[in-house]
Every structure is written in structure tokens, then in C-alpha cells.
């Protein structure tokens, strides 16, 4: 199986910045999907960015121009870089992998962006 665990949240400012990353382990098919979700409370999971194990990237309408995500294949991790935090990207930020076979999910770290 393989593990997920999410770091890099935090409390942060309207404007300001922050990096989450994600390190797999396990046993890990090569050719996989990673991602990232977010969950606000009283609201379901979205997805925000994912990246195939090529490059190729899709993105929410809403962090458009402002989140990156990227993947460092070597070390099986997924980055989320965000810029110009605004209040409603508050949310528990989940990554995720998806291979042939499985989907599997991270514990989630918590993202407060607030004055």
C-alpha cells in the first residue's frame, strides 16, 4: 500500500504565501496521478491541482495564476506553492495518488488564511 502525509500548513495573512508538500512511500506503481483537494467546513472536497507523472497539469478555476503544483519523481513527492492567499482558500488541503489500480489519500493539513 502506500502512505501519504501532507506538510506546510499554517496560519497566514491575506497576500502572503505558503508551500505544502507530500512524500509517498510504499509500494509505488511508477506511472501515477498525483493531486491535491481541499475541504472546507460545511463544504465537499474540490479539487485544486493535480499533475501527471509527464507534467502535465490541470487547475481549479480558483488558484489559476496563483497555486503551482509540481512533483519531484525521484523522491515520489508532490508540491502545492500558493501566492496571494485570500480568506476563502481556507480549508484541510489533502494530496493525493491515483494509480491502474488504487486511489489513496493523505491526513490533511490545515491552511487558515486570516488578518
Known amino acids: 500500500q502506500v502512505q501519504l502525509v501532507e506538510s506546510g500548513g499554517g496560519l497566514v495573512q491575506p497576500g502572503g504565501s505558503l508551500r505544502l508538500s507530500c512524500p509517498a512511500s510504499?509500494?509505488?506503481?511508477?506511472?501515477?496521478?498525483m493531486g491535491w483537494h481541499r475541504q472546507a467546513p460545511g463544504k465537499q472536497r474540490e479539487l485544486v491541482a493535480a499533475?501527471?507523472?509527464?507534467?502535465?497539469?490541470n487547475y481549479a478555476d480558483s488558484v489559476k495564476g496563483r497555486f503551482t503544483i509540481s512533483r519531484d519523481n525521484a523522491q515520489n513527492t508532490v508540491y502545492l506553492q500558493m501566492h496571494d492567499l485570500k480568506p476563502e482558500d481556507t480549508a484541510v488541503y489533502y494530496c493525493?495518488?491515483?494509480?491502474?489500480?488504487?486511489?489513496?489519500w493523505g491526513q490533511g493539513t490545515q491552511v487558515t488564511v486570516s488578518s
Open positions: 499533475i501527471s507523472y509527464g507534467g502535465s497539469t
Open positions: 493525493n495518488l491515483a494509480d491502474p489500480l488504487n486511489t489513496y
Open positions: 510504499g509500494r509505488i506503481f511508477r506511472i501515477n496521478t
